[in-house]
């Protein structure tokens, strides 16, 4: 299994000027002026996607199991993806990323191992991963996420609304396929959970207009790569928040959920049982025709 290791993001695969930018300034203890808002060039012409890529960040904490529930949800559903399959894994004391190797062993070929750094969370391996997938065919796509809840203790997740929030994601965005294709012919990207960051901005040091609340969704490689490698935000949520910074908010189509309301928690296990839940059986039900060839 091939394996990338590393104090610092190998820049063999960096080539934004904004990420040396930023590590310029840390070295001189120099302050970080983000740069300007600059959007991607989203191709108008239709393309079926036909290739689909993963990139996917795990925390394999040695002190609960949850990424262990996250990577069998990847697993149900890794033959979806016939491209390209990135996952990337910190590293650290409280870790063990053999433990995740074994278990995605025959599925994925392409680990990059990173030393755990609790700012940058999954921004430690996603620029990698990002460089490992960048092509410009308008025929392929890439689903990005990364294991959720993993902060959790095992008990919190088992009886929290986390473990919803995330089936729900790996549900809507991969469990119909054929509705992703879809969108995808029209739009630059497509998500669940998609959220307006404004007025109230959700990330700090973000440019982000929009996000999709959860780190899950795909993108369509021609816009995001035809201008060269894209700016991140290097920040906690960065895998979550450059997507809004990439692309306009009406260049990125909903799965399920267009707009959430502010007033919808997450966290809340009456919203959760409330609004979320309902509103999800509802979409599936609207949506059953697009659901993928023998999923249950």
């Not at 695969?13 to 590590?23: G, Q, S």
Request: glycine share 6%; hydrophobic share 40%; charged share 25%.
């Amino acid at each position: 299994m091939a394996s990338l290791t590393g104090e610092r993001i190998n820049e063999l695969y960096i080539t934004d000027p904004a990420y040396r930018a930023l590590i310029s300034c840390m070295d001189k203890g120099e302050t970080w002026i983000e740069p300007p808002q600059t959007y991607r060039k989203v191709f108008t012409e239709p393309a079926t996607i036909t290739r689909r890529n993963l990139i996917y960040h795990i925390w394999p904490r040695k002190s609960n199991r949850v990424w262990e529930w996250n990577i069998q949800q990847l697993l149900r559903r890794i033959d979806l993806f016939n491209g390209k399959r990135v996952v990337g894994i910190s590293t650290g004391p409280d870790t063990c990323p053999a433990r995740a190797q074994l278990m995605l062993r025959d599925k994925v070929k392409d680990f990059i191992l990173l030393p755990n750094n609790a700012h940058l969370r999954e921004m430690v391996t996603f620029p990698t991963m990002l460089a490992k997938v960048q092509s410009a065919d308008p025929c392929e796509a890439t689903f990005w996420g990364h294991a959720k809840g993993v902060c959790h203790g095992d008990t919190q997740w088992a009886h929290g609304t986390m473990r919803q929030w995330a089936r729900m994601l790996y549900e809507s965005c991969l469990d119909y396929w054929p509705l992703v294709q879809k969108l995808l012919t029209n739009y630059a990207c497509a998500g669940s959970f998609k959220k307006l960051a404004k007025p109230v901005c959700h990330f700090d040091d973000s440019n982000a207009a929009w996000f999709y609340a959860g780190g899950m969704g795909w993108f369509r490689n021609r816009d995001l790569f035809s201008d060269g490698f894209p700016p991140l935000d290097y920040t906690t949520f960065g895998s979550e928040s450059s997507v809004g910074t990439w692309f306009r908010a009406e260049q990125a189509a909903a799965l399920f959920i267009d707009d959430l309301p502010h007033d919808w928690i997450f966290h809340s296990e009456a919203d959760m049982q409330a609004k979320f839940l309902p509103a999800f059986e509802e979409w599936k039900k609207a949506n059953e025709g697009f659901r993928n060839p023998g999923v249950t």
